[in-house]
Every structure is written in C-alpha cells, then in structure tokens.
C-alpha cells in the first residue's frame, strides 16, 4: 500500500561536464564568507581546488578553510567546524567532497547557531533545527552517497564509538550541487566500486521491505539494472563518461528521497555498515558489501516474494520450473557474483573486524523495524561470523 | 550518451488520504485574497468544492472564483483569468481539477501581469515570464498530465485552430499540490482511462528518442511497468485504492522533468493529437491513443533496438530466436492487447476526426526533431488515415 507522504526536494542540480562553470552563478545568491569545506586533501592534487577557488575570488568572496575532514567525519570534528562557521559568519558553506564532506557540511550548518548539545539533539534525539542554518553548496567529487540531494547527515562519535546519521528535513538540504562526473574520473578504484555498493545498498535498503506494489518497487528495479549495466563498464574502463555519468545520476536518485515516499524502508544494512566503520574505520561503503549477502540471506525466508522478484527482475534469473527460495537463492548468487567482478569485499576480516570485537560491534548497531526481520543480538553475531568466513 | 542538465524541482506534493489537510498550513504562506479556478462543476458534484471552500473560509481567505475551465482551456479564456486575477491583485491562484485546470492557472499566473502579447510571448515565442508571477497551488482532482509538479501550460488557441504548450521554468511550476487518490474515485472511465494513456505516451515520448542507454530508459521501463500493472486492476476495480494511488504517482513521475534530464525527447505523438483536439475538442488522452500505434509502426524500423528493449524490458516479449523486427512487432501488439483491454479510442473517427479535415490537422502538426525520424507531412496524413483504419 501506497502510505501517505509528503515531499519536497529544492536542491538545484547542475549535473555534466564543466557544470563548475554555473558556481559563479549561483554565489550571486549568498553573502560574502564562504566557509570552503573539505578533506584530506586530494581535491588539491586533482586541481579542483583551484578551480573552486578562482570562482570563489572572481565573485569577490572572503574564504575561510575547513579541511581535513575524514572519511568517517567526527563530532570532534564536527564541533571544530561549527565554530569556525560561527566566528567567520559565514554566509554560505561550500561543500568540496565525496558524501562524508557533504554530510559534514549539513551538520556544521545546523551546529553553528545550536544552543543545545548537538550530539543529543540531532544524532540521539533526531530533533530538527530550530536555530539559524547557514545555506550549503556542493560541488561533489565521489559518488555514492546522494548526500548531495538529500538531508543526511552520518556522524561518528569516537567517543560513544556510534556512528550515527540523522536524516533532516528539507531546510537543511544543500541549496544547490554540481556534479561533474569528470571530477569522479581520477577516484581509485577502491572508491569507486565502494561508492557504486553504497548505492546499490540504498535501493536494496529501500526495496526489501514491505509487501508493496509501489511504483517506487519497479523504479527501483530500473535504477539497480542501470548500475549493474554502468559499473560493469566503469570497473574495466573507469574513464567511461557515459558509465560514470549514469552511476552519478543513479546514486542521486537513489537517495533524494524520492524511491521511498510511501512504502516502508529498512537500513539495517547500513546500521550493520555503520557500526562495522565506528570500531574499525572501514570505508563505508565495503562494510555494506561484506554484511548484505550475510544478511540478506538471513532475512530472505521472511521477504521471500520480494527476493523471487529480485531475482527474475533485476537479474534476470529465469524462473521457469523453480520453487520460489530456489529463484530467490539465485539472485542473490548473480548479486555476488557481480560484487566479486567489481572486487568489493565480501569478508569483514579484511576490513580489520576481529573475533574479539563482534560483541561490541553488536552493542553498536541499531536494530531497525523496517525489514523483514527484525533481528536479534544473537542474529547479528551470525551476521558477522558468517560474513568472516566470506571467499 | 547523458548530456548537461539543470534539474531543479521545488513544488512541495501531500499525497495520500485526507491530503486535504494540509491546505490550511500551506495557506498561510500566502496573502489573504484567493483565485479558485476549477473546471464545469463537476466537483460541486463530488463534495470537493466545499471541503475546499470551508478550509479557505476557516483560513480567513478572501475568494474570487473563476469557473467553467475546458477540458482545452482557450486562450480567451486564459485572457479573461488573467483579467481576473490581476484586478483581483491575488496572492494565490489556487487550481482545483485536473490537467486542464492546473495548465490553466499555470498561464493566468504568468499573464496577470504580462504587458506583451500573451500568445506571442508565451506560446509562439516560448519566452520565460519577466513579470511578476502568482504563486499556484493544485487540489489534484484528475490523473494523466503531471501539471501538478511541472511548468507544463497546454492552451488552445480556437482562431488559430493551434493547441500549444509551453513547458516553464521552475519559477512557474506550482508552489504545492494535495494529491489525493481518493479525489480520483468519481471519474467517469472514458476520463481515468485517457488519463492512464496520456501517463503512458509521456513516458513513451520521452523513452523513444536518442540511441542512449541512460538511467532514466531503465526508471521508465519500471513506471511502464508499474502503470500497467496498476491500470489492470483499476479499469475492473476502480476503487482500488493501491492501483489508483500508485497510478497517481506515477502520472507525477512520468512529467515532473525527472526522466527527461540529460536525454533527447520526441513529443511529436502529443503534437499529433494536440492537431486533433484543436480541430475536434476531443479528450486529449484519447488523441494520443488514436495516433500512437500508427506512429509507432512507422518510426519502428528507425529506432528498432529501442522498440526491440520495449517489448523485452516493458510487455516481457519473450526474445529468443526471434528478430529485432519481429521482436518489436510483438511488443506493439502487447501494447494494443493492453489498450484494449482498457477501452482506449484507437480509431480517430470516434473521436470525430473526418478525412476532409485531414490537411488541416497537418497543418496544425508541429514537427519535433527529437525522435527516431522527423515526419513528413505526407507520413502525418498517413498515421491520421492508418488510425481511421484501427479496430
């Protein structure tokens, strides 16, 4: 069933080559200080940075530098920003980065006029902003995330050892992106196929739930066909405009809240991700790909119709004289096959998860309601035991 | 290949039973004098009209109706609106019904203030407004055009014998639209049906075109998919509110520019029946179902690896040792078993189309360069003959 929901998305894209040409345009439309937001540094390397600020200066616009944000961005981190933000005054934030700049971003924007702890607000309490939120941009440089079209926010607390991502409304959604799929082109390929799995893991997060005829069910089916088709093409030629441009697309799509408006939802993949990454630092995207065939298999008997349409849809596994579980069993083993010709990991080991660490990263992972199944401790112990035996 | 785009989307949707609910927050984000457009009556009929009435009554809001919107809005009428709402100084246009209506308050609000020759500027010359704009709001009452969440504006022009659209930008798209399913439950079956074909032809319009193999062809193989899945059930149960809901949401996605980002497009099946209307008055869904088999048997051999995935990915035509041709043949077939089924005009002269009006109706044709073959005149009188043929 179709539930009731509302939707707005504002975010402006300007998607293709050169599309850095339309930021000048855009910060027609926002004050003089520019909090430029990135990380460790490759941005340098590939001369985006120097694009980025020679826009910046045309404009006229005072910068001041955020850089060094992880992977896995901290709250530390996060508070460190948030200040700089505040004592700058600074109009808009620009976002120069893969998922985990921009998802920074989003929280400085709502930390930096926060009267309250903004770890308990918004990444405990979940809580929307009801302080000033400075506007952000982005101008993406790693796909996989769709951070740049929606209101995540995904935030590690050292600490608490919680990784942890709030999902804000519109308001805090970046006001406009530019996605340039050539500044994607000199990613290694460890990034590359990780971020093409976090995409593929939210429409799977978004499609196996619910016993539904959605619309969104068959959209999803088309958007899972196109990645396989596109990172296919991308892992043997990475310089593929067309592959690249599609996977960028695709992962825009797939998180810009769209495909889940009116159905259920799961994530308890990434939950199992994210607490994965909070003990071991992993890149998001190969913890989703070393817990999913564990889990999925897991959680297939309670899901079984919607794994038979999986299967026969999005793998085109010919379900001609088959039971059910068997047509369902081998979609999985198509998806697992495709995960190892793109080389992502299936063993958490080589993430550096440890036997010693399982109890702990179980206390970590939040148990979500939207599955199919909703799963014990001992059920994620097995999850991650059995991911550990992956070849 | 994927070409550069700008996508920007803002229109804020409620969707969902009781949808009308949330017109009275929406409201208060706009000044007290209220324009409310709807179509013939039909919902004074249905209860919608004063379910709508009461929520701007308990908003305090002023109201001037403007009444008896065609199903082809004319351009005079359009004057007459514009008149309306200017004199009115209104601060919402806030459109009741379905395409018409909403295609219709789309124009008033750019010609209110508009010191050019309205038809000139907008529908000949195809220029953005640089007046001031009425913001929009739709209650959604009908299915099929998408004019909820676009800057579609389709008007008839009756001395011109010309019915002309302009696709706007984001600036006249409507500021929210209440879409509830249940609003759909009362239409007559000629009008839910033509509403399911035009959500068909514009997916089709926009999938038949380029040699691409983008993102979008996959998510429109999924919203065929879904649309005729959906449309079996609700042509024998048409109180089904999952199909009728999932119907609805798709007509957004078929039209809310999505799909079309990055692609070439055709649009010349809507310019063939935009053609009958302007000579007929005929309902604008049953206009493409009357051209679309003719004009897709005759762009076929064009575009036949295209028409070949259609019936493979779309009608599950069963490909193996078959040709490209006879592949896409059975594709077509599958369509017309399916619109039949629906009850769809396939004949032009149910709809009141006569071989005298012929070389009018081709002058009345625009020409597109988008799709897999740029028509003659002498192949759109043969698609208008070939439809007069159809059983």
């Not at 896995?72 to 808009?92: Q, S």
């Not at 006029?113 to 902003?129: A, I, M």
């Not at 059910?324 to 080389?343: F, N, Q």
């Amino acid at each position: 069933m179709l539930g009731n929901f509302v939707y707005c998305n504002p975010t402006k894209l300007y998607f293709g080559k050169k599309a850095l040409n339309s930021l000048a345009g855009e910060l027609e439309n926002y004050g003089k200080n520019v909090l430029l937001v990135y990380g460790g540094g490759s941005i340098k390397k590939n001369g985006i940075y120097d694009d980025v600020l020679s826009v910046l200066e045309k404009c006229g616009k005072t910068v001041r530098e955020v850089s060094g944000v992880m992977p896995n961005p901290t709250y530390a981190k996060l508070l460190e920003g948030a200040k700089a933000a505040r004592e700058f005054n600074a109009d808009l934030i620009l976002a120069v980065g893969g998922g985990s700049v921009c998802d920074y971003s989003k929280g400085v924007s709502v930390a930096a006029y926060c009267e309250d702890d903004v770890w308990e607000k918004y990444y405990e309490r979940f809580e929307e902003p009801d302080c000033k939120i400075i506007p952000v941009g982005c101008v993406l440089t790693m796909v996989g995330t769709g951070s740049e079209m929606n209101g995540g926010s995904v935030i590690t607390n050292t600490e608490k050892k919680m990784k942890v991502g709030h999902v804000f409304g519109e308001s805090v959604f970046p006001r406009f992106a530019i996605l340039d799929p050539e500044y994607t082109f000199t990613l290694p390929k460890y990034q590359m196929i990780s971020g093409i799995f976090d995409i593929m893991s939210h429409i799977m997060e978004q499609y196996f739930s619910g016993t539904d005829d959605n619309t969104s069910d068959y959209v999803m089916e088309g958007l899972m066909r196109s990645l396989i088709h596109s990172s296919r093409i991308a892992v043997v030629d990475p310089l593929n405009y067309e592959a690249r441009s599609n996977i960028m697309w695709t992962a825009t799509w797939a998180l810009n809240t769209l495909v889940a408006m009116g159905k259920d939802t799961d994530w308890e993949v990434h939950m199992l991700g994210q607490a994965i990454s909070a003990h071991t630092d992993a890149t998001h995207g190969m913890t989703l790909a070393a817990v999913s065939l564990p889990y999925y298999k897991l959680i297939m008997p309670y899901g079984l119709e919607k794994f038979k349409r999986f299967a026969v849809n999005v793998w085109n596994v010919d379900p001609n004289g088959k039971t059910y579980e068997k047509i369902a069993l081998e979609g999985l083993s198509e998806m697992k096959k495709w995960m190892k010709e793109l080389g992502l990991v299936l063993n958490a080991k080589e993430l550096g998860l440890k036997p010693e660490m399982l109890e702990a990263v179980a206390d970590s992972t939040l148990v979500m309601q939207g599955g199919y199944k909703v799963l014990t401790r001992a059920e994620i112990i097995k999850i991650l035991e059995e991911s550990m035996k992956y070849e």
